[in-house]
Every structure is written in structure tokens, then in C-alpha cells.
């Protein structure tokens, strides 16, 4: 029977994703930390890559882009937490944020596609790595 991955360990795994996905995507890194904090168990700092962008009525292809890396950045964090540790919908799972940046995904991807009762997409296992 393996350990549950303690709450600092997720933490890292998922800021680490959000910082990597950062850097992939060009979106400027500030900074990231695993230190918790009143509201948050980490964060990671980029420069906003929907800045001065009007959401509501912009729908070229750099904006379509700088929203896709948005959406990029915001799921890569709870993407590496189950690509690297056993995850489950839990207290920790909501207390590093991964339900927040997956609804913020979401919204963002509505803006792109419709609402969500008008797009499937297949749901699938994360992977796992094959050696640890």
C-alpha cells in the first residue's frame, strides 16, 4: 500500500504544471510558490495573457490563441497533480484550487465553442508514468 501524497507534495506537483504550461505557451511567469497561504496552498504568478482584450465581442484568431493559452496554463496544474499522484475529489483537491482553474477553464472555453450543453468531448483515465 503506497502513502497518500501529502498536501505539499500535490501543491508542488500542480504550480509546477501551471508554471511549465506558462513557459510552453510564452504567457510571462512572475513567479510560484508551494507556500500556503490564507486562501491558497500555492499560487503561481503570470502576466495575464488576456489583458486589454474585449471578451465579449473580440473573436480574432490572437484572441482565440490568447485565451487557448489561458485555458492551457489553467488546466495544466490539476492535469500534472493526476498525471503524478493518485487523485481524488477531495478537501485537498479543492483546497490547491484544481476545481476553481478547471470552472475558470470552462468559462473560458464557452466563450470559444458555445455553451457546454452544446459540446461533448470523451472523458478518459489520466495517464500515468511508466516509471516513477
Known amino acids: 500500500m503506497t502513502n497518500a501524497p501529502s498536501l505539499i507534495e500535490r501543491t508542488a506537483y500542480h504550480e509546477a504544471g501551471h508554471a511549465i504550461a506558462a513557459i510552453r505557451r510564452r504567457v510571462r511567469l512572475y513567479n510560484a510558490s508551494i507556500v500556503r497561504e490564507a486562501t491558497s496552498s500555492g499560487r503561481v504568478s503570470t502576466r495575464n495573457p488576456l489583458r486589454q482584450l474585449d471578451l465579449e ?20 496544474g490539476p492535469a500534472a497533480e493526476a498525471y503524478f499522484v493518485e487523485v481524488r475529489r477531495d478537501a485537498q483537491w479543492d483546497a490547491i484550487g484544481a476545481s476553481a482553474d478547471i470552472e475558470k477553464a470552462v468559462g473560458l472555453l464557452e466563450r470559444l465553442g458555445g455553451h457546454e450543453d452544446e459540446t461533448t468531448c470523451p472523458s478518459s483515465e489520466p495517464r500515468r508514468p511508466h516509471n516513477r
Open 57 to 76: 465581442t473580440d473573436t480574432s484568431s490572437p484572441t482565440r490563441r490568447r485565451i487557448e493559452d489561458q485555458v492551457m496554463v489553467l488546466l495544466a
